[in-house]
């Protein structure tokens, strides 16, 4: 049996907001792929490059597609003059050369590029957005069960969670 695929519904407080930022700042959002749509997580990078409040964008990235947009989104953000980070897993077993090809892409484009540590496997899957509002910094951060990697959030069951939450967003920022 199989059944006829449906396409990602939108999440009800993301679907009609103008920016990811407020909503998030105001709660938690729980995503859940492939029954919700990825864009929401493209849409926090995307922001996030273009925001005049963002500072810096830190990442941990195993696997990516082979034709990232959220590659894409990370080398704009540093064009724009956002501090970006990226720590990339070289042991991704079956990635890692198309890891070394993004990491390659992502410090040619001004991204500071961390590497896999020898004897430690990092399979986090966590992004920390800082923006400076009302002259302090306010964390943001997506944390996931699945990749960095549009093409398999459509495939893959996984959960993402945005959020402030300071318990939180301090742990991600000493991670």
Known sequence: LENK???PVAHQDLKNARSIFPVIAQKDVLLFYPYQTYDYVLQFLKEAGKDAAVIAI???LYRVAGKSEIVELLKEAAKNGKEVTAFVELK???D???NLYWAGELERAGVKVLYSFPGLKVHCKLCIVTRVEKSEKKRYCY???GNFNEKTAT???DVGL???DTRLTK???EV
């Open 58 to 60: 830190k990442i941990t």
């Open 171 to 173: 742990e991600v920022k």
């Open 92 to 94: 991704a077993r079956f």
């Open 162 to 164: 945005f959020t402030t």
């Open 96 to 98: 890692e050369e198309q």
């Open 5 to 7: 695929p449906q396409p």
């Open 143 to 145: 944390l996931g069960s």
């Open 155 to 157: 495939l893959y069951s």
